[in-house]
């Protein structure tokens, strides 16, 4: 497994060197391919470099948004996510019917009034939130 399949991180945007920025967020989980097949989908990204039985980088196509990374691991998770994605997005009720339909479940807390997220779980249980950017959330 190797995170280092980047050869020009150090370059920012600018072109300026930079000390350090996130290159990736991993994703520990359990059932390797069906949460790689499920966040690609969702995130519209792309493998790149070497796809492995255990580990992978997704990349967005454009090069614009931090890339995710999923890594099989024996243990499970317990307990409630530290970290979790927030998906912005300018149609809420679209994107949570597409997630949905690719493998995603409703969170079971219930929303409080003129929230602007919609909590979800992804296949193995771990929460994301939709939240919609265009002022007219869904519930």
């Not at 072109?15 to 390797?32: A, L, T």
């Not at 691991?73 to 149609?91: A, C, I, M, Q, W």
Request: hydrophobic share 35%.
């Amino acid at each position: 497994m190797s995170c280092q399949q980047y050869k020009d991180w150090r370059l920012g945007y600018d072109g300026r060197v930079e000390r350090v920025r996130v290159g990736s967020v991993v994703v520990d989980c359990n059932d390797f391919r069906t949460m790689r097949l499920f966040w690609q989908e969702a995130l519209g990204y792309v493998p790149t470099g070497l796809v492995e039985d255990d580990f992978v980088i997704l990349k967005d196509p454009e090069g614009r948004r931090v890339n995710v990374s999923l890594q099989k691991v024996p243990e499970r998770r317990v307990g409630k996510n530290r970290l979790h994605f927030d998906l912005y997005t300018s149609d809420q009720r679209g994107e949570v019917e597409r997630l949905l339909g690719i493998g995603a479940t409703r969170h079971p807390r219930v929303p409080e009034p003129d929230e602007d997220f919609i909590a979800l779980l992804d296949p193995e249980g771990n929460t994301f939130c939709v939240v919609d950017t265009g002022g007219e959330a869904a519930t």
